[in-house]
Each structure stands twice: as C-alpha cells, then as structure tokens.
C-alpha cells in the first residue's frame, strides 16, 4: 500500500530538547515536503526537497532543519524546540505539481 | 493581498444541496491548481485538479477562471459525509512547482 508513515504521532516535550519527527515514503517519490497547519494560518510549508541530498527553505523555515540522506527517509529536526512551535505536521510526498499523499500527522507539544 | 484566499464557511447546507466555494490568488504566474478535504484533525487527502476547461468528478465539478484569478469546486446532491474543510491549492511555477495552500472553507452538511 502506497503510503507517507509518520512517527511520533503525538509528543510532548519540554522547550529546548532536541527532537526529531521522522517521514518515511514507500512511492519512491523525489519530492518531500514538510508542513505545519495552525489554527487560522492553514498550512504552511517549512522545508522541501526535490532529491536525495537537494533540501530547500519553504515559508517557514524558522527553527527546523532537514535532512535527505536517502530518498525514502525526510526527518524533520528541531534543535532546540519553543512554544511558538507547537502545532500540527504534516510530511508529504508528490508525485507530480502537487503533494499526493500526506502523512498522518505528528501533534507536537513545546511546553 | 494573501496569496490564496477562501472564505472560511462555515458552509451549512442540508443533504442534497448543491454548494459551491470560490477561492482567489494573487499571483497571475500560477500554473497548477488543486482542491483538497480535510477531515478534522486528520491529513489532506487530494480531491481533484483543477482544468482550464474544468473538469467533473462524479458530482463534484472545478472550474478555472485566469481571467479574474479564481477557482471554483461545486457539489451537488451533498452527502452528510461531504462534511470537511475543503483547502485550495495554487502552485507556482520555478522548477520547484511550490503550493500554497488556503486556509480551508468548511462545510457541514446536516440531514
């Protein structure tokens, strides 16, 4: 079954701990993509990549890193979390002009 | 200007209404444009693309206007379980394909 895993599904953490979601795709898709959707903000993209080793800034890019070591695997980094990043993300993966399949989502608590 | 605008609903029609949402963007350089559902607290999932000519899935129907830098998604015969938040996509063009996504139009449909 085609599909985007995402894990954790839901963390709580404390501000400043490093933490790492992790995305792993099954389509042998080029593209991931991450987002983050706030209440009344929509979603909005925080970073992308079109290859393996090729990583690049989207909207929001504050705070998070990436990385695309194999074409599979795109976790999200947050180095020294804040409250300001609590929200709702999103991984996805494109096939195409648009992202064709989202992952679950991972629900993240700063406190 | 917000680069992708939706009126945010809510939407509350009864089963077998016909409804439709309209959603603007700024940039006349868009190339790809989609519909999106989202169910509460749960992933995007692709609804449909949306056609220069418009196209038609079942009874749902999207429309494209460049003129006036629209697109449009009616329903017909609405169903109880069309109740979502429907999120419009524009994707901009440079290599990337980039979306933006709408904050979303919600729409309940009761019996």
């Known amino acids: 079954e085609a599909q985007v895993t995402q894990n954790p599904r839901y963390l709580i953490t404390v501000t400043g701990k490093k933490l790492t979601v992790t995305c792993s795709q099954n389509m042998n898709h080029e593209y991931m993509s991450w987002y983050r959707q706030d209440p009344g903000l929509g979603l909005r993209q925080i970073y992308y990549?079109?290859?393996?080793?090729?990583?690049d800034k989207g909207d929001v890019p504050e705070g998070y890193k990436v990385s695309r070591k194999e074409k599979r695997n795109f976790p999200l980094i947050l180095e020294s979390p804040s409250p300001n990043q609590t929200s709702l993300y999103f991984c996805?993966?494109?096939?195409?002009?648009?992202?064709?399949?989202f992952g679950q989502g991972t629900r993240l608590t700063v406190v | 200007r917000k680069e992708v605008e939706q009126d945010p609903g809510p939407f509350n029609v009864p089963e077998g209404a016909t409804v439709a949402f309209n959603c603007t963007y700024s940039?006349?350089?868009?190339?790809?444009f989609f519909w999106y559902r989202q169910d509460c607290r749960k992933e995007p999932k692709l609804l449909m693309s949306v056609y220069s000519s418009g196209n038609e899935d079942g009874r749902f129907t999207a429309q494209l206007n460049r003129a006036s830098q629209y697109i449009s998604l009616l329903i017909r015969d609405s169903k109880l379980s069309d109740s979502a938040t429907y999120l419009c996509?524009?994707?901009?063009?440079?290599?990337?394909?980039?979306?933006?996504f709408g904050r979303g139009t919600s729409l309940i449909v009761h019996p």
């Open positions: 996509v524009v994707s901009r063009s440079g290599g990337s394909y980039i979306p933006t």
């Open positions: 940039n006349s350089a868009s190339q790809s």
């Open positions: 990549s079109m290859n393996v080793e090729v990583t």
């Open positions: 996805a993966s494109r096939l195409g002009y648009t992202e064709a399949f």
